[in-house]
């Protein structure tokens, strides 16, 4: 990868050369190179020494060696199992002690993904009271309930929606980062549920990706800032016993490693990195997670150089949690483990061999516990793994508080769409807002007559891009977060507040005549693979048309373009006055309206401070990534303000064009 000089912070490059270098004499004790690595080949030595802080005190250690001792060997099993709440029900925990349940992307309480917080609550509290009553044969040992609260508790109805990673890393604010940590803890602890796969620690390199607004930045020097301040905010201070009676919850560094260096950026596809790259780019996160006390991994679906991530114990098992010093629990991806060879939905003890200690069994779980348990009376998963992967699990669940009985967060519905969430949530949008090109067309004064147009301006599908309520986040209404504030009902607030006036989108804007046009578009939402984009990087359904209309009728016109990435826009920039950056804002539109629209002098109330945590391809043919980023459009760590101006001269419109190494965009001043 390339890290560029940006017109508002010094050399990323060689920043990073800095640290690479810092960490090969760490792993050596000299200032030699060491000698070549063999392709797919792992020298933990070479990788950053940690260690796990707050996990590991005598006398928890003392209780989970009395528990394995009197643990049956299904018991020890049934807590290697996670299945999701869609294949079970409560009372299988009375035959089947699983040690998970989760709700995964589409699941919610009976099948309803728009289910109540109280029947989230009720369902959590069913799963606890099984898996701890005293019956004979039984060791009550509670359940642990993990959800993917990625962006907020987002997949409940009426929580607050902060914005996606991709917007938070454009911030570059640590401490924003780890009070919305400690929101979400809240949020979710209120609802009964004790973990979120959270936080996703990925380097996405390539964008085409179609997880990458799931990352901070292309910057692993950003990310790893981020790791620490987030783990904290959702677990509390790494020494802190009894999170969940705090309002914390059990936070997960994901995924384990170099998910967001597959070549071409293909979801669970195969890293090529060399070594030294997994330990310069993607390892630095991780190192910080761990050292802030993260209580859980999560495997990557991915392969490094062909052989998949569930399935590499030098990884996961001689770095991870050798050389890294990792003493939590490594939780396997949604059925992940069927995909290393030799293995199926119901059988892989090679990955648990290798490191993972929890299968996400998503499917097929019954079987999963009983080949597992085979496997251990066999012989071919050692007694000696499966109580090193119990104890791990067990040390989690204390730390937790999950044995204790109070949850004094439980309950607490208005913690979903507090007053103080939603306030963070709109200081997140102001910070996260990237303009790129600004002719002095903004701020908007508030009491002009201002046109608000394009088809974002009022979809929260859009707005709160993917994993909102339903996994894709397809089909998300404003009734689903019915305190959500459209961009468009956030900016017709500021308008008229500032007495101005919203002119008819209907009318004809040549006879209307506003002061200005908002236009407000961008991608529709996607998860995962369903995101994966193939070249070139543009969006067909960008309103190009309209917005020369306007221009060519001499309306100053705003962009304002959401999306889960930057995507090579020059004909829309070409025919925009001024243009936002705003990626995936959430439910509080409001925030950018605070930072477009003026006083009634036309003087800004809010200024724009955030700054591109990815670098924006100047074509659209930006392949392969790394090479594009040696002439971007953007550089990494650009961004205009009011007070920092900046041009942006006509740009080339056409689709495929190679990139051009000598124009730039004008620095801001």
């Given amino acids: 990868?390339?890290?560029?000089?940006?017109?508002?912070?010094?050399?990323?490059?060689?920043?990073?050369?800095?640290?690479?270098?810092?960490?090969?004499?760490?792993?050596?004790?000299?200032?030699?190179?060491?000698?070549?690595?063999?392709?797919?080949?792992?020298?933990?030595?070479?990788?950053?020494?940690?260690?796990?802080?707050?996990?590991?005190?005598?006398?928890?250690?003392?209780?989970?060696?009395?528990?394995?001792?009197?643990?049956?060997?299904?018991?020890?099993?049934?807590?290697?199992?996670?299945?999701?709440?869609s294949a079970v029900e409560p009372e299988d925990l009375r035959k089947y002690p699983l040690g998970s349940v989760l709700a995964g992307g589409d699941s919610g309480p009976g099948g309803d993904e728009r289910a109540s917080p109280g029947k989230w609550l009720a369902l959590a509290r069913e799963f606890r009271a099984v898996s701890t009553e005293s019956r004979a044969g039984h060791m009550p040992i509670p359940v642990l309930f993990g959800i993917d609260a990625v962006h907020g508790h987002n997949n409940v109805v009426g929580a607050v929606l902060f914005p996606h990673n991709i917007g938070l890393g454009a911030a570059h604010d640590p401490d924003l980062v780890r009070r919305i940590g400690v929101a979400t803890a809240e949020q979710v602890a209120a609802t009964g549920l004790d973990w979120t796969f959270a936080p996703t620690l990925t380097v996405p390199s390539d964008v085409r990706w179609g997880r990458s607004y799931?990352?901070?930045?292309?910057?692993?020097?950003?990310?790893?800032?981020?790791?620490?301040?987030?783990?904290?905010?959702?677990?509390?201070?790494?020494?802190?016993?009894?999170?969940?009676?705090?309002?914390?919850?059990?936070?997960?560094?994901?995924?384990?490693?170099?998910?967001?260096?597959?070549?071409?950026?293909?979801?669970?596809?195969?890293?090529?990195?060399?070594?030294?790259?997994?330990?310069?780019?993607?390892?630095?996160?991780?190192?910080?997670?761990?050292?802030?006390?993260?209580?859980?991994?999560?495997?990557?679906?991915?392969?490094?150089?062909?052989?998949?991530?569930?399935?590499?114990?030098?990884?996961?098992?001689?770095?991870?949690?050798?050389?890294?010093?990792?003493?939590?629990?490594?939780?396997?991806?949604?059925?992940?483990?069927?995909?290393?060879?030799?293995?199926?939905?119901?059988?892989?003890?090679?990955?648990?061999?290798?490191?993972?200690?929890?299968?996400?069994?998503?499917?097929?779980?019954?079987?999963?516990?009983?080949?597992?348990?085979?496997?251990?009376?066999?012989?071919?998963?050692?007694?000696?793994?499966?109580?090193?992967?119990?104890?791990?699990?067990?040390?989690?669940?204390?730390?937790?508080?999950?044995?204790?009985?109070?949850?004094?967060?439980?309950?607490?519905?208005?913690?979903?769409?507090?007053?103080?969430?939603?306030?963070?949530?709109?200081?997140?949008?102001?910070?996260?807002?990237?303009?790129?090109?600004?002719?002095?067309?903004?701020?908007?004064?508030?009491?002009?007559?201002?046109?608000?147009?394009?088809?974002?301006?009022?979809?929260?599908?859009?707005?709160?891009?993917?994993?909102?309520?339903?996994?894709?986040?397809?089909?998300?209404?404003?009734?689903?977060?019915?305190?959500?504030?459209?961009?468009?009902?956030?900016?017709?607030?500021?308008?008229?507040?500032?007495?101005?006036?919203?002119?008819?989108?209907?009318?004809?804007?040549?006879?209307?005549?506003?002061?200005?046009?908002?236009?407000?578009?961008?991608?529709?939402?996607y998860a995962e693979g369903f995101g994966d984009l193939k070249l070139p990087l543009y969006n067909a359904r960008l309103p190009l048309t309209e917005l020369q209309q306007l221009r060519g009728l001499g309306i100053p016109t705003v962009a304002v373009f959401l999306s889960g990435r930057p995507l090579w826009v020059n004909p829309e920039l070409n025919a925009s006055n001024a243009f936002v950056a705003a990626w995936l804002p959430g439910s509080e539109g409001a925030g950018i309206a605070d930072v477009l629209i003026g006083d009634a002098g036309g003087r800004p109330r809010v200024d724009f401070r955030g700054r591109l945590s990815f670098h924006w391809p100047r074509s659209a043919a930006a392949s392969p990534y790394a090479d594009a980023a040696a002439a971007p459009l953007f550089p990494v760590g650009y961004g205009l303000s009011y007070a920092r101006a900046g041009t942006v001269p006509r740009l080339d419109e056409h689709l495929i064009a190679a990139p051009r190494r000598t124009a730039r965009a004008a620095a801001p001043r």
């Fill in 1 to 85: 990868m390339h890290y560029l000089r940006g017109p508002t912070r010094p050399s990323l490059r060689a920043i990073a050369r800095s640290a690479a270098l810092s960490l090969v004499l760490a792993a050596t004790g000299a200032g030699g190179a060491p000698p070549a690595a063999r392709e797919g080949q792992v020298h933990p030595e070479r990788w950053p020494a940690a260690r796990s802080r707050g996990l590991v005190d005598p006398d928890t250690e003392q209780r989970i060696t009395a528990l394995l001792a009197v643990m049956s060997l299904e018991e020890k099993v049934g807590q290697l199992i996670q299945t999701d709440i």
């Fill in 214 to 525: 799931e990352g901070y930045s292309e910057d692993p020097l950003l990310v790893r800032s981020y790791a620490a301040a987030i783990v904290e905010g959702l677990q509390g201070p790494a020494g802190l016993n009894g999170k969940l009676q705090a309002g914390r919850i059990a936070a997960t560094a994901k995924h384990f490693i170099a998910d967001g260096g597959t070549r071409d950026g293909i979801d669970q596809g195969d890293a090529p990195a060399s070594e030294a790259e997994l330990i310069r780019v993607h390892a630095p996160a991780y190192r910080a997670a761990i050292e802030a006390g993260v209580l859980t991994v999560m495997a990557s679906f991915s392969s490094w150089q062909g052989q998949k991530m569930h399935g590499h114990r030098a990884l996961l098992t001689d770095v991870l949690k050798g050389r890294m010093g990792f003493e939590g629990f490594v939780i396997g991806d949604w059925n992940g483990h069927a995909q290393v060879p030799g293995c199926a939905k119901r059988h892989c003890p090679n990955a648990f061999n290798a490191g993972v200690d929890m299968f996400m069994a998503a499917t097929g779980w019954r079987g999963m516990y009983a080949t597992t348990l085979r496997s251990v009376r066999s012989g071919e998963i050692p007694l000696a793994r499966l109580d090193d992967a119990v104890r791990r699990i067990l040390r989690v669940k204390f730390s937790l508080g999950l044995f204790e009985a109070a949850r004094p967060f439980e309950g607490r519905f208005e913690l979903l769409d507090s007053a103080a969430d939603r306030a963070l949530a709109r200081e997140a949008v102001q910070k996260s807002l990237v303009l790129l090109k600004n002719d002095g067309t903004l701020p908007i004064r508030s009491g002009a007559r201002v046109l608000i147009v394009g088809p974002a301006a009022h979809d929260l599908r859009v707005q709160t891009g993917g994993w909102t309520l339903t996994w894709q986040g397809t089909d998300t209404t404003l009734a689903d977060v019915p305190q959500a504030t459209s961009i468009e009902d956030g900016l017709k607030e500021a308008i008229f507040a500032g007495g101005g006036r919203v002119v008819d989108s209907a009318e004809d804007p040549s006879v209307t005549k506003p002061d200005v046009a908002v236009v407000v578009f961008g991608e529709l939402p």
